[in-house]
């Protein structure tokens, strides 16, 4: 633990975790006191901690040209050709939080001084990967970090690691991975940024086979608040490096580079299947087929709810399947007989294929879009009971310009067999994760989007008692109400200990940060 850089031990002094709004924005940074000898990239005093403040910040013109001349990446300010595009989160309900400006970093370097610039004028700041936050947590009215420009990624055949920079996204993962015959576990969205997937857990169809994305991160640096580059892995900074894997965040610092280790990939059968006919008897068929299955099965089931228009139109639920088995199509047909025993299925796609070949099936651009989506972890097998509750709410929805869904994605396995407390990622209990969510336009009304959002709550609070402890920290939820113990279980304890050792003045503050221990 970095205690011989950080020179401040006030220690956090601002109030316990609190469920925050969804426009909540907190300032990172705080200077209420006195800000002794601020060298570029070392090690300074910042006391106190300022209130949450919603307005931009108010930061000199002259401080703006001294970042710019300090930073060798390019610096946004609003009206800037490319800000507005800079500035879009993947979720447009927090499109309209604008920062006041966007320093797009193209090195670490770049990375401490924004941050060491940030503490000297008080400005709040977010790091931002890809900008995929569910809940806009890579957005501010203070300074984007934007590491975008932090795009390189490169396989090492010796060491069978991939190596990436926190602005690489899926889609050049794959095509580096693709190259070699490789893989990790990853999720299925081309523009989602590999840094903050990795740092939330990461789920993907692999992980019932090799655990979730971060088990197989060996090693991220990091700049801490200290504007200090650190290495964490196994055997250096080791408290660091245990807290990156699971802790999804904004927490710690802002990280640079990850190195996964990646396993050998052959063919997959993808599939692709909707029914139409019968839900309820497919579903109560398909989730005990898919729980008895082997790990090399990676699986989601969706329940698409009823809209206004579906009711008019006399359509019903319809039950979807998508995902992957390393293994045969027979094998993968013998899995689903009791299914298709019930019905045949509407759509059916299914094919046999080279591993990267394979997930063109199943990848796709995902957004920008407007969505709420709130999860929770199974702990339990999803009986018939849960079912029939999640068929009454998805025949309920009230209806957006967009649609709704309830979702499990298929845990398990090999995620499960990693002790609780082996890394920051808690939850290795789970069979199911459990996930609902709208989508809607710009265009509907503030009543519809309320409407549509007491449909979400209540069909999250129905759930739950069907469900187990723990919520998906890859999947902020501003709503949650016990959002540390939700994400973070029995680790919540030590991720507390990590911040107040490497963030003491909490530079990285935001409404659903770690806050360091009492
Ligand atoms: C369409 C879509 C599909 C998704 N699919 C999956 C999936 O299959 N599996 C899964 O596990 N998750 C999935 N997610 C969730 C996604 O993994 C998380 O939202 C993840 O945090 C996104 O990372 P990002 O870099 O794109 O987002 P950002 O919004 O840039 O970052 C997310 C959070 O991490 C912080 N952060 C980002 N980079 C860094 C860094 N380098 N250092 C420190 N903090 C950082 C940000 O400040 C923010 O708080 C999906 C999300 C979307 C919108």
């Known amino acids: 633990m970095p205690h011989d850089v950080i020179t401040d031990t006030t220690g956090p002094t601002g109030p316990t975790d609190t469920p925050p709004s969804p426009v909540h924005d907190s300032p990172g940074a705080t200077r209420r006191g006195l800000l002794a000898g601020a060298a570029a990239l070392g090690g300074f005093v910042v006391l106190g901690r300022a209130a949450p403040a919603l307005a931009a910040p108010k930061v000199s013109e002259r401080a703006w040209r001294d970042l710019d001349r300090r930073f060798s990446g390019a610096l946004l300010r609003p009206g800037a050709s490319g800000f507005r595009g800079a500035a879009q989160p993947n979720n447009l309900l927090y499109a309209d939080r604008l920062p006041a400006g966007i320093a797009r970093c193209r090195t670490a370097r770049d990375v401490a001084t924004a941050i060491t610039w940030c503490r000297e004028h008080d400005v709040p700041l977010a790091p931002r990967g890809g900008g995929h936050s569910y809940a806009g947590y890579s957005t501010t009215r203070g300074l984007l970090v934007d590491l975008a420009a932090l795009n390189e990624a490169s396989f090492d055949e010796n060491t069978g690691r991939v190596t990436v920079g926190a602005g690489v996204k899926n889609r050049?993962?794959?095509?580096?991975?693709?190259?070699?015959?490789?893989?990790?576990?990853h999720g299925r969205c081309y523009g989602v940024g590999v840094g903050g997937f990795l740092l939330g857990g990461g789920i993907g169809f692999n992980m019932r086979l090799h655990g979730v994305g971060s088990d197989k991160l060996v090693e991220t640096d990091v700049v801490g608040a200290d504007g200090v580059l650190r290495s964490a892995r196994a055997g250096?900074?080791?408290?660091?490096?245990?807290?990156?894997?699971?802790?999804a965040g904004r927490n710690f610092g802002i990280n640079t580079r990850f190195v996964v280790e990646t396993f050998d990939v052959d063919d997959i059968t993808?599939?692709?299947?909707?029914?139409?006919?019968?839900?309820?008897?497919?579903?109560?068929?398909?989730?005990?087929?898919?729980?008895?299955?082997t790990r090399r099965l990676g699986s989601r089931v969706t329940l698409r709810a009823v809209t206004p228009q579906d009711r008019r139109e006399g359509r019903d639920v319809r039950v979807s399947l998508l995902g992957q088995l390393h293994g045969p199509r027979a094998e993968l047909l013998e899995i689903l007989a009791p299914v298709f025993a019930v019905a045949p299925a509407l759509k059916r796609t299914i094919r046999t294929l080279p591993y990267w070949e394979g997930q063109k099936l199943l990848t796709e651009e995902g957004g920008p879009e407007h969505y709420k989506e709130r999860s929770r972890f199974v702990d339990t097998p999803f009986d018939g009971a849960a079912l029939d509750e999640a068929f009454r709410h998805a025949r309920r929805f009230p209806g957006t310009g967009g649609s709704a869904s309830l979702k499990l994605f298929q845990t398990g396995k090999t995620m499960n067999e990693m002790p609780a407390r082996s890394t920051a990622f808690v939850h290795r209990r789970s069979q199911w994760l459990f996930s609902t969510a709208f989508t809607f336009e710009e265009s509907d009304?503030?009543?519809?989007v309320a409407a549509a959002t007491d449909w979400l709550d209540e069909t999250y609070e129905a759930m739950v008692p069907f469900c187990g402890e723990g919520a998906f920290q890859n999947f902020p939820d501003p709503a949650l109400r016990d959002w540390a113990t939700q994400y973070y279980g029995v680790n919540l304890a030590r991720l507390r200990e990590v911040k107040a050792a490497v963030d003491p003045d909490d530079v990285f503050r935001f409404g659903q940060s770690i806050r360091g221990s009492a």
Request: glycine share 10%; aromatic share 10%.
């Open 270 to 293: 993808a599939f692709d299947l909707t029914w139409s006919r019968k839900p309820e008897q497919v579903a109560e068929a398909l989730i005990p087929a898919l729980q008895r299955a």
């Open 445 to 448: 009304g503030r009543r519809t």
């Open 236 to 247: 250096g900074e080791e408290d660091l490096f245990w807290a990156c894997r699971g802790d």
């Open 172 to 185: 050049k993962l794959y095509e580096v991975l693709a190259g070699v015959g490789v893989s990790i576990t």
